[in-house]
Every structure is written in C-alpha cells, then in structure tokens.
C-alpha cells in the first residue's frame, strides 16, 4: 500500500528522526536494543487492548505508535552506525511478528471483534508476512508489494482506537476496532494471495 512504501523510501530522509536516532546512537543504544524496546511497547499495547477499558484505548494507541516508531529507528540505526546484519533482520522480522500478535490479540481478548474474524485476521497477517519474506528465500528479493503492509496496518490500529475511545458504539454491528480487524481479515489475505500469485509468475 502507499503509506508503506512511501514509509520505506523517505524514512532515511526524515531529519526528525534521524536526529534522534542520532542521540540514540550517541549514547550507545544498539539496533538490537531498540527491536526488543519495540517489542515490550507492543506487549504493553495488547496487555491495555485485553482489559476491554475504553480509558485505555489511547495510552493502547500510545504504545502502538512507539512500537512503529522504534521498528523504524532501529533499521535507521543499524544502518547509521554501520551494524546492519542479516543477524539484525531476522531479529526485526521476529520481533514484528510477535509484536503483531500481541497487537492483535489484545484487541481480541478484549473483545472488540469475534474471535473468529480476528483469527482470519492474524491468518492473513501471518501469511502475508511469510509470503514477503519467502519471496526473498526463493531469489525474488524481499517483497512488500499488495493492498497493505505493516505500517498500513499500525496506523489504521492507531487511528481505530481513538475512534473507539471517541465514540465506544457499535457502528453497524462492530467498534471501529472490529472494522479494523475485518478489513485486516480481507485485505491482509488478498495481501498475501498477490504475493503468491507475483512469486508464483516470477519463478
């Protein structure tokens, strides 16, 4: 989606950030640090989206904001410093996906969607992240092509829970956090279906 590769192209020529990671770097921080300090916010997030309080939805929001800003960060610092590794990858692709099903499972624990949409929705989220990254194991390069990708998905969790925060009714039938996972459940599968089809023509 747009918002994901506009993210990829421009991040290294976002001044604000580049002068924090800056500072960050100056202290001492290592990228790896900063992967597993966004894990522990996303923890945070699905531990305030389980407990189903609306007066937690936007410290929940807080977190999932930190998590994206510092799985940002730690790509822009490995590479300033001059750490990047196939090591710090693998360590990032993990962390996102745990991260993901904390997000994602908090929402459901607490919930603000049927369990059976949020399945399909960590399904599709699972899968098109596999589709990515297998692309790369078969030679095609990494892929993050299709209707939605990771920061997509941060920000329309963002943005839903406010929205429920702002307004905690159901709007035909679901919370705009349940509308968050059923648009996870359709698009991240169409996502990954588009991978499969691109890595299937390519080989």
Known sequence: MAIDSLLRVFVDDWRLLRK???????????????????????????????????GLLLPAGFFVAMNAILDTADGVLARMVGKASKKGDFLDHVVDRYADMFIIGGIIFGHYVRWEVGLVAIIGVLLTSYMGTQAQAVGLGRMYSGMIGRADRLLLVIAAAILTWLYPYPVWGLSFLGWCMLIFAVLCNVTALQRFFYVWKHL
């Not at 800056?22 to 290592?30: K, L, N, T, Y």
């Open 20 to 54: 924090i990671v800056e500072h960050i770097a100056a202290i001492g921080v290592s990228p790896n640090t900063l992967s597993i300090v966004s894990l522990l916010f996303a923890a945070l997030a699905g531990l305030f989206f389980s407990l189903a309080d609306p």
